[in-house]
T-cell receptor, first 110, second 114 residues
């Protein structure tokens, strides 16, 4: 099955700085890579996603890049704000199954 | 309001006592799924359903059962719970199982098995 590794497990950034989270996947058949944000006491919520035929996607302060050859994808958050503090999960979809990374706890320091 | 609901939100039970966690969505989604979340392991898929009467195993199906008799409901059944099933459980749904369809997650059910 698919194996998704996510780094780092924790990330502390100064407000206004950028945050980068990296993930690798093992199954070359995976074709969809969503990123989820989970706030305390809530379920994960999709923040951005990318398909395997696209190399980069941007939505305001959030961007995702995908390198199919190397089987890795990354989340970039620019101009971080206190409300960006949360746990972020990457995921990869293969054969109707969604496999998640272990998560990154992001803390934005004021 | 479009949403996925789960009940109960919190449950403490004892080993071997059968329980059911309900999941319901009001978005007419075909695809539904159950995950468990454990510290350091992220979310792991237990079972998923492509449509009514169509279910399949995820990565960690042992000890769980599901059924999909109606499109909106996807209950998770633990016939004989054990302490290693203590976890935070999430139900999710999406329009279909195809790539690119956003999965909407419920609020979670925190289960403790003593």
């Amino acid at each position: 099955g698919e194996n998704v590794e996510q780094h780092p497990s924790t990330l502390s950034v100064q407000e206004g700085d950028s945050a980068v989270i990296k993930c690798t996947y093992s199954d070359s058949a995976s074709n969809y890579f969503p990123w989820y944000k989970q706030e305390l006491g809530k379920g994960p919520q999709l923040i951005i996603d990318i398909r395997s035929n696209v190399g980069e996607k941007k939505d305001q302060r959030i961007a995702v890049t995908l390198n199919k050859t190397a089987k890795h994808f990354s989340l970039h958050i620019t101009e971080t704000q206190p409300e960006d503090s949360a746990v972020y999960f990457c995921a990869a979809r293969s054969d109707y199954k969604l496999s998640f990374g272990a998560g990154t706890t992001v803390t934005v320091r004021a | 309001e479009a949403q996925v609901t789960q009940n109960p939100r919190y449950l403490i039970t004892v080993t071997g006592k059968k329980l059911t966690v309900t999941c319901s969505q009001n978005m007419n989604h075909e695809y539904m799924s159950w995950y468990r979340q454990d510290p350091g392991l992220g979310l792991r898929q237990i079972y998923y359903s492509m449509n009514v009467e169509v279910t399949d195993k995820g990565d960690v199906p042992e000890g769980y059962k599901v059924s999909r008799k109606e499109k909106r409901n996807f209950p998770l059944i633990l016939e004989s719970p054990s302490p290693n099933q203590t976890s935070l459980y999430f139900c999710a749904s999406s329009l279909s199982g195809l790539a690119g369809n956003e999965q909407f997650f419920g609020p979670g059910t925190r289960l403790t098995v003593l």
